[in-house]
């Protein structure tokens, strides 16, 4: 369900509601329909209006839908608000991501970081009800003297969260370390970033000849940073990170969770941006991507952009994007081609970058 206001960043609601089901069919839900509706005034209480929120409760009726989607992040009263009226199970597509996240979360680290936002969302979307408290799975222990079982949850799940804060910051020292060193030793780091899918984490199995990287046609299979060393014809290293993917709305409890993870883009000495050549919207995702980077403080940094995927691509497209970008770099990560003009570039960029640092 999408609602057009004008801080709506992607033109075509189409291209945000077709990105929002790949999303639910990455959990298995059956889309059956699509809903969605231009509002002269935006009604902070329903999101939607009044009589579109009754079409959409009969349509729930006529075909037997158990979740309802929205296209948005739900304020905690919108949530609550709507479930009452239309009597089911509402999803909103921070809640959509933020269970992809936990499912795909396979190191002690990006758990715990995925269990972190999803605390951070419940807790004031917690009011009481049954629905919203099996969503914890259970666990909530006794209440103290006077406290109402709501009182005793909350209690209990900001108790977790400071558990879990402190959990990550270990972790994230050791994260730290790790940067020091590398950083004592000079050897250069350059991110992998971009939107979920382009290709990144081919693309640093293609650099690195490592073969146990997890590539898959799916929505945020990286949720744990990676990084490999690679040398260079002239002995040179250099090391590549691939990180969490990006993607529209990104969930700022994700951001806040995976500070220690995206900190390691903040810390390198030049970004590669990977762009998926084929995607006809490509623009709206590079604008997301350079609105997370500006979140998390990289906007100032070095970055080129790489054009993945550019095997699939018609030669007339291609022609217009090296028009457009005459900047960038075009490559296949799948099939090996541009890669070693793309490490002329990066190592032409760190390098030379150095020896004017030194200069000054
Ligand atoms: N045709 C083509 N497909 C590619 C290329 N590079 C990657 N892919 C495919 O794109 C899909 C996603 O690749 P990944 O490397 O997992 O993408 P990612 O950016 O790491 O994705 P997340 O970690 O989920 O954000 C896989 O099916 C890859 O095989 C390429 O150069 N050409
Ligand atoms: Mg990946």
């Known amino acids: 369900m999408k609602t057009h206001s004008n801080y709506y960043v992607f033109n075509d609601i189409e291209e945000s509601l077709d990105e929002l089901e790949m999303l639910a069919k990455t959990l298995n839900f059956d889309v059956v329909d699509r809903v969605t509706q231009t509002l002269e005034k935006f009604d902070p209480s329903f999101y939607i209006g009044k009589g579109k929120l009754e079409k ?33 199970k509402v999803l909103d597509r921070t809640q959509l991501i933020l269970n992809i996240f936990a499912k795909n979360a396979r190191s002690a680290e990006a758990k715990l970081q995925v269990e972190l936002a999803q605390l951070e969302y419940l807790l004031p979307r917690l009011y009481g009800k049954g629905r919203q408290l099996s969503r914890l799975g259970g666990g909530i222990g006794t209440r103290g003297p006077g406290e109402t079982k709501l009182e005793a949850d ?20 050791q994260r730290e370390l790790r940067r020091s060193r590398r950083l004592k030793n000079k050897i250069p780091t350059v991110a992998i970033v971009g939107y979920t899918n382009v290709g990144k984490s081919t693309l640093l199995k293609r650099l690195s000849k490592y073969e146990n990287i997890v590539v898959e046609d799916k929505l945020f299979s990286t949720l744990s940073s990676l990084t490999k060393r690679v040398r260079l014809i002239n002995e040179r290293e250099i090391l590549f990170t691939d990180t969490v ?13 995976f500070k220690s993870t995206l900190e390691e883009i903040k810390y390198s000495n030049l970004i590669l941006i990977v762009i998926d050549s084929s995607d006809r919207y490509y623009e709206h995702k590079l604008f997301v991507v350079e609105k997370v980077l500006e979140e998390i403080g990289s906007m100032h940094q070095q970055r080129i952009l790489v054009f993945n995927k550019i095997e699939i691509c018609p030669n007339e497209w291609l022609e217009n994007l090296r028009n457009k970008h005459p900047d960038s770099i075009f490559i296949s990560a799948k099939r090996g081609i541009g890669i ?3 490490l002329e570039m990066v190592e032409k960029e760190i390098f030379e970058e150095n020896i004017h640092d030194e200069v000054i």
Do not use: Y
């Open 56 to 88: 959409v409760r009969q349509m729930i009726d006529d075909l037997k839908v158990e979740n309802v989607i929205f296209d948005d992040e739900l304020s905690p009263s919108q949530l609550r608000n709507i479930e009452n009226k239309l009597n089911c």
């Open 154 to 173: 909350k209690r209990k799940i900001k108790k977790k969260i400071r558990i879990l804060r402190k959990k990550l910051e270990t972790l994230s020292k």
């Open 245 to 257: 993917g990006f993607i529209k709305k990104l969930p700022h409890t994700i951001i806040e969770a």
């Open 340 to 342: 070693k003009k793309l």
